[in-house]
């Protein structure tokens, strides 16, 4: 007798294989039959009538056949790719270990509560971070220094490391880029991140530059949708260099407040950089569809991660205990609008039977909604490692498996939550773990201040021929087991 975990999965197929190609089967089959009814003629009478076209007319058919194909050519969106990208590497000497921040934390004169003390370490202990992660030269001062000339001190060596980074494994050349965009929430200096780039690398002095601020995490996958939209009108072969980075130098908080404290445990040094072109020549990745959905008209949403003073005027980001749920309502309404652009008809389907099935019994019973598996659109997802209790959130909503959130979990365990450049370092773990493989699909998942919730989807023309990443001299070290929680903090 047959497994029934077997003949599921077989049947499963077989209804995938029927629908998602029902269209165009059932196209080919309705073409044969009309022509075989309409044009009952044999092949050597067809000859014959092809012949006695006259060559004016064959020029014409011919004319007008290459119009249609040019015209549907200019009216379908360029194509826009991912040329390279690279990340910050940090050394050594920025390790933060637990009992570092311990040490610190003791040494701070405006920490008086031992339970201060206890609940941040507990924190740590359970927010997914590992021994390794790294924090800025500011950080390992007692107090952190928090002055300008630390601030553009951190910002030159992650950002600059990450672009010589990305020119180091691409031809393309720093003459090459004819657009910038630099991405970082809270510090933003005059003269800004773009200019400091342009300076460096000599760029052009026709570039166009473009400096985002105050989006958080998801600042990197809005640039990248605003690198589509540039390239999607502008000639051929241009190429857009996008640097996502957050400068903590500026943002430590002196206060005693828990839901401001966070960001002090949390969030971690690093940058990633792209370039990215409308030419495929060169390109490791196609862009697929992006799509971001802001819910800042909310109240709740709105002042879900706000940068604010304290009662003793000490500046902050305060997180929200309400982040994970609004973070999971936010993926929810998302995906509500980028389901429908990837999912296949087989996934499509089963959602469109599970809401006629619930209108249908509306009052009589009650109908779960359809959940969709998104694994038969994606191989590989890259879910922003803001934290444990996110990354949770997302696995649960989305159904997937922990080999499919892997590389977020070990990208937080590693470099802990680098903002805006995360998703980019999992990508990297991918790679460096050998996984990828030519027509792979990712789906890059980020949220931001406001609060948003961006997707960006990619599909791989051509793998890394190296692990030579930020990975490089620990990814034999990973997958690395994560201790269970049993409660939340």
Request: glycine share 6%.
């Amino acid at each position: 007798m047959a497994d029934p975990s077997n003949r599921a999965k077989f049947l499963k197929f077989w209804y995938r294989l029927v629908v998602n190609n029902f269209l165009a089967v059932a196209a080919v089959s309705f073409l044969a039959a009309v022509l075989r009814r309409a044009w009952p003629i044999s092949i050597d009478d067809l000859v014959a009538r092809l012949h006695a076209l006259r060559p004016v007319h064959v020029l014409g058919a011919m004319i007008l056949a290459a119009a249609v194909a040019k015209l549907r050519r200019m009216r379908r969106p360029r194509d826009v790719y991912l040329v390279e990208y690279g990340c910050f590497r940090p050394k050594a000497c920025f390790r933060a270990p637990f009992a570092t921040c311990l040490e610190h934390v003791r040494l701070l004169p405006y920490v008086v509560h031992e339970e201060d003390v206890v609940w941040g370490m507990r924190l740590l202990q359970r927010s997914g971070l590992g021994e390794e992660t790294c924090v800025p030269y500011a950080y390992h001062y007692v107090p952190p220094d928090r002055s300008l000339a630390a601030s553009r001190e951190e910002t030159e060596l992650v950002i600059f490391s990450a672009v010589d980074d990305v020119f180091a494994r691409t031809s393309v050349t720093p003459a090459d880029i004819d657009v910038v965009i630099v991405n970082c929430s809270i510090f933003t200096p005059t003269p800004v991140f773009v200019d400091m780039v342009v300076n460096r690398y000599r760029l052009r002095a026709d570039v166009k530059s473009v400096n985002l601020s105050g989006m958080g995490c998801s600042a990197g996958l809005v640039s990248v949708g605003l690198a589509r939209n540039l390239l999607q009108v502008a000639p051929p072969a241009t190429h857009v260099l996008i640097v996502s980075t957050e400068i903590l130098s500026s943002q430590y908080y002196f206060g005693t407040e828990r839901e401001m404290l966070l960001p002090n445990c949390l969030f971690r040094m690093g940058a990633a950089a792209m370039i990215m072109s409308n030419s495929g020549e060169r390109a490791r990745f196609r862009l697929g569809r992006t799509v971001r959905t802001v819910t800042a008209a909310k109240d709740a949403s709105y002042r879900c991660v706000f940068q604010e003073e304290d009662d003793e005027g000490h500046t902050g980001i305060r997180l929200s205990k309400d982040l994970v749920a609004t973070a999971g309502q936010a993926l929810k309404s998302n995906i509500v609008t980028f389901g429908p652009l990837v999912l296949p008809a087989s996934e499509q389907l089963l959602v469109a039977l599970s809401v006629l099935k619930r209108k249908l019994l509306s009052g009589r019973a009650k109908v779960r909604l359809y959940r969709p598996d998104f694994r038969t659109a994606f191989e590989h997802f890259c879910i922003h490692a803001g934290g444990r209790g996110v990354i949770d959130e997302v696995q649960r909503g989305l159904g997937l498996s922990d080999e499919d959130v892997e590389a977020s979990r070990m990208a937080l365990h590693r470099f802990g939550n680098t903002s805006s450049s995360s998703v980019v370092y999992e990508l990297a773990y991918i790679e460096a773990k050998g996984r990828m493989r030519k027509g792979d699909r990712v789906w890059m998942i980020s949220f931001g201040a406001g609060f948003d919730c961006s997707s960006v989807a990619w599909e791989c023309v051509k793998p890394a021929a190296d692990a030579d990443g930020p990975w490089a001299e620990c990814i034999h070290r990973y997958p690395v087991r994560l201790p269970q929680i049993i409660k939340e903090v």
